[in-house]
């Protein structure tokens, strides 16, 4: 049976991200329904606020395994989803599945999983769900360029796979 572990910083039920709350929790149950082992490493964040869902240990969620991390709030980046807990977790674990979901970018959880994808010679696809198309691109362009640069290119770079969720992202 194929395992496969997704990385999403917020999972069901944090509706207050919007599309990808719905998104990847169907695509995580379309998997798992066709005979897959699916686990979701997430963070606990929920806006301002935090999921009602217990940490660091799994719970089931509509068919999937989910794992709830603490992520630690900071006046410096308070939407970066920063969690030791779920990058200490992806350390110990991803060897252990056949291939990596990565869901989002500019994240702390993209560059854990990647990281440690790379580490342990997993295969990973990164889902930038719209965050390089130019629009998004634009905004605070001189900080993502900057940070692109410094951090997350290399983990883009070794994806085995970018997956588009539209047509204009992947011509973008």
């Not at 910083?9 to 929790?25: E, N």
């Not at 993209?110 to 998004?136: E, I, K």
């Not at 770079?157 to 992202?169: F, G």
Request: glycine residues 8%; contains cysteine.
């Amino acid at each position: 049976m194929f395992k496969l572990l997704v990385i999403a910083s917020y999972y069901r039920p944090a509706y207050v991200y919007g599309g990808p709350v719905r998104s990847v929790p169907a695509l995580c149950e379309g998997i798992a329904g066709s005979g897959a082992s699916v686990t979701v490493f997430t963070t606990d964040a929920n806006g301002h606020g935090r999921v009602d869902e217990p940490t660091s240990v799994p719970v089931q969620v509509d068919g999937v395994e989910v794992w709830y991390f603490k992520r630690i709030c900071s006046r410096v980046a308070p939407m970066f989803f920063y969690s030791p807990e779920l990058a200490n977790k992806c350390n110990a674990a991803v060897a252990g599945f056949d291939g990596i979901y990565i869901a989002g970018t500019w994240t702390y959880p993209m560059l854990a999983g990647a990281h440690a994808a790379q580490r342990s010679g997993v295969p990973y696809v990164v889902s930038p769900r719209g965050s390089f198309m130019h629009w998004s691109m634009s905004q605070k362009a001189w900080k993502k360029q900057i940070y692109l640069k410094c951090f997350e290119r290399s983990a883009i770079e070794h994806a085995r796979a970018i997956h588009c969720t539209s047509v204009l992202e992947a011509e973008q």
